[in-house]
């Protein structure tokens, strides 16, 4: 299950990325905002998408704000929870291979559709790095929580 949450910064690009994902087939949870409010506070958005991702591991969470921070800051609050902001498909990728990342955040006023997808589909399809060094070294980020 992908739970998928945004704000008013995400809000258009939630949207596409909602559409997205169905047309493929995923199953997705859509944790809101369920309404364009251009004073609506994304951290209400990010609580369900943790616990959701949270309650299987091989659940996912995409977080959708203005820039993405906000979100990948809340996000890393919850034990159990590797939030990465990517701005590039690179990134989407090393989120994956090298942080075992269950949790992608986006910038919703600072990338392209296109670009978007890209990154939340290879997200969603990259494995981890079966280098030890990888999954050790966030255990020890796990670890300090
Ligand atoms: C909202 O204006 C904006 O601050 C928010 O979407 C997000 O970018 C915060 O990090």
């Known amino acids: 299950m992908i739970y998928l949450g945004g704000d008013h910064g995400g809000w258009a690009l939630k949207k596409v990325v909602k559409e997205h994902l169905q047309k493929q087939g995923y199953a997705v949870t859509d944790c809101g905002n369920s309404v364009f409010?251009?004073?609506?506070?994304f951290p209400d958005f990010v609580l369900?998408?943790?616990q959701g991702v949270k309650a299987d591991p091989a659940n996912r969470g995409l977080l959708?704000?203005?820039?993405g921070i906000g979100m990948?800051?809340?996000a890393n609050h919850h034990a159990g929870i590797r939030a990465a902001l990517a701005t590039n498909v690179d990134y989407a990728r090393l989120a994956r291979q090298h942080n075992d990342a269950n949790v992608l955040c986006l910038?919703?006023?600072f990338l392209d559709e296109a670009s978007a997808k890209?990154?939340?589909d290879i997200f969603l399809t990259t494995a981890v790095d079966p280098n030890p060094?990888?999954?050790q070294r966030m255990h020890a980020v796990d670890g300090s929580k």
């Not at 409010?37 to 506070?41: H, I, L, Q, R, V």
């Open 133 to 135: 060094k990888y999954q």
């Open 72 to 74: 990948s800051i809340a």
């Open 64 to 67: 959708i704000c203005g820039t």
């Open 37 to 41: 409010d251009a004073d609506d506070n």
């Open 118 to 120: 890209q990154m939340v």
């Open 107 to 109: 910038g919703g006023r």
């Open 48 to 50: 369900p998408v943790v």
